[in-house]
């Protein structure tokens, strides 16, 4: 629903605007306006929540899936406590299940279902229990890390000195923060399908090798291993709408004003008072503020400020949905399927596939083999499944493409999707005892219920620079030169950045909109 601020050219003043209606804007609008001051959130399309929504995709079918961003990690309890949030989340009963053939003979490695049965698997697996052990070391020292940094996420930002000190373990700082994380993977496991699982947290909507010198991976493994001081990568309850919805609830209910169908067009700021004109289908506007909150990427906001460019981002992902019939069988006989697609499920994923698959990318080829993850999230949470689908047993996939960069797509988006598309479901119909496409639903019209997204669709939908889910690169989660206090701070002492694109931002946080708000309140940002 659009609530415009006003027809006239120049409308009322407000505290803060907000640009961009995505999550971590509307964090920040319900902690400024729960603070009393006033706020108006200017959003280009006809509903809030960025990338963080829920759809119906497939006509006809009252499925509610989580489009783009579909599982919980990073938000801070904090901020569900804070803003007063009717949102949850559920915990998967499986961490990850690997298909793998070994011996001639279908197999695969089940991380989940209590400690004894992971145990077995990595034995069935690997023929020892030493790699279960190294798997324990290894996560325990990422724990331990994650217990330390996790909550440095809502604190001004420390220094690298601070950070190192919190962290207090000379072999986990230097595994993470020093040392390409191939160096810890390879030093830790010896099977090639147990360092493929470990190095994946490293890949996520990141175009990188284990061994990168730039340690791009290393930032992205770090922020999928310390979210909530566990790690733990939950499902939230209605699927990723629930949360911006909650979110939008919270701040209107604390007085912000939402206008929807209102796009920002350019930002003029002197460090103590800015305006903000933007766009509707009535005209053109001016808000008044005395700080501007940009919700957007570092290129929108320095095509809104008139600043040159930031370096362009890649993204280097497929996201694909779908509704199937009934989850399909595999060809592991050890393996149902209600669990092996309740947590992450691997696909040409080994150590040895992941590092040919990007060195193909990164020579401008598809891969042979392409990588991907897959989970189901009605497993987990079935409320995203109207009466009639549930009761028909239906279930949804998320699946996460890896290595596949934006340029591979330039040279014509729709054909190279379709291909890579058809390839990596290859790659997963080996591990199974029937075709996926036997299993997937047909929706009002009689198309298969699937749908896929490249770096350069969710460029044009969501205006992520070059489809990347980040923004830009990761960053660390400590101060470097520019940095600001809070991570957030830009050019101009009035303008602050609450988007991914933030120190400290990336995924379904809200952290950078929380780090904005206190920016505000402490009067940092001005």
């Not at 604390?254 to 289908?281: F, K, N, P, Q, Y």
């Not at 499944?385 to 014509?412: V, Y």
């Not at 988006?413 to 047909?442: F, G, I, W, Y």
């Amino acid at each position: 629903m659009t609530t415009p601020p006003s027809t006239a050219r120049t409308s009322r003043s407000y505290d803060a605007v907000i640009v961009g209606g995505g999550h971590n804007g509307l964090v920040a609008a319900a902690y400024l306006a729960r603070a009393g001051r006033s706020v108006l959130v200017l959003e280009r399309l006809d509903h809030t929540g960025g990338a963080a929504v829920s759809t119906r995709p497939f006509a006809g079918i009252d499925a509610r899936l989580s489009r783009y961003s579909y599982l919980v990690s990073l938000l801070p309890r904090k901020i569900v406590r804070d803003l007063g949030l009717d949102f949850r989340v559920r915990t998967r009963t499986v961490s990850s299940y690997t298909p793998v053939e070994r011996g001639g003979r279908p197999t695969g490695l089940l991380v989940g279902g209590g400690e004894r049965r992971t145990r077995e698997s990595f034995a069935r697996l690997t023929g020892s229990d030493r790699e279960y052990a190294a798997w324990q070391r290894f996560y325990a020292m990422t724990g331990h890390v994650a217990q330390r940094v996790f909550p440095t996420l809502t604190e001004p930002l420390p220094t690298r000195d601070e950070l190192r000190r919190r962290i207090d373990d000379d072999a986990a700082w230097r595994a993470l923060f020093e040392e390409p994380v191939g160096i810890a993977i390879e030093e830790h496991f010896a099977d090639d399908l147990v360092r493929g699982v470990a190095l994946t947290d490293a890949l996520i909507g990141t175009f990188a090798d284990a061994h990168d010198p730039s340690l791009v991976q290393n930032r992205c493994f770090l922020y999928h291993v310390i979210g909530g001081g566990t790690g733990a990568w939950d499902v939230p309850v209605g699927g990723m709408g629930a949360l911006t919805d909650a979110l939008a609830d919270a701040a209107r209910a604390a007085g912000a004003v939402l206008a929807t169908g209102h796009e920002a067009v350019r930002i003029e700021a002197d460090g103590r008072t800015a305006e903000v004109t933007h766009r509707s289908a009535d005209g053109e506007h001016v808000s008044a503020a005395r700080h501007v909150l940009v919700n957007a990427s570092p290129r929108e906001l320095a095509a809104l400020t008139g600043q040159a460019p930031p370096p362009p981002a890649e993204g280097a992902q497929l996201k694909v949905n779908m509704l199937l019939t009934r989850l399909p069988r595999l060809r592991d006989p050890e393996a149902d399927p209600r669990e092996a697609f309740a947590g992450t499920f691997h696909i040409a994923e080994g150590y040895g596939q992941l590092a040919a698959a990007h060195a193909r990318a990164a020579a401008g080829e598809l891969p042979d083999a392409p990588p991907s993850e897959i989970y189901c999230h009605s497993l987990t949470d079935p409320t995203i499944l109207g009466a009639d689908p549930a009761a028909q047993g239906m279930h949804t996939l998320t699946l996460f493409g890896l290595h596949t960069p934006a340029r591979l797509f330039a040279r014509d988006n729709d054909a190279v999707r379709d291909e890579l598309l058809k390839s990596t479901l290859a790659q997963l119909d080996a591990h199974l005892a029937e075709p996926l496409a036997d299993c997937l639903a047909t929706d009002a019209d009689g198309r298969p219920c699937i749908e896929a997204r490249s770096p350069l669709d969710l460029d044009r939908d969501l205006r992520l620079p070059g489809g990347n889910i980040f923004h830009r690169e990761l960053s660390w989660p400590h101060a470097q030169q520019g940095t600001g206090h809070w991570g957030v701070e830009t050019g101009r002492a009035n303008v602050l950045l609450c988007g991914a694109g933030a120190v400290r931002g990336g995924g379904v946080s809200g952290v950078p909109g929380h780090n904005a708000a206190m920016a505000v309140l402490e009067g940092t940002g001005s």
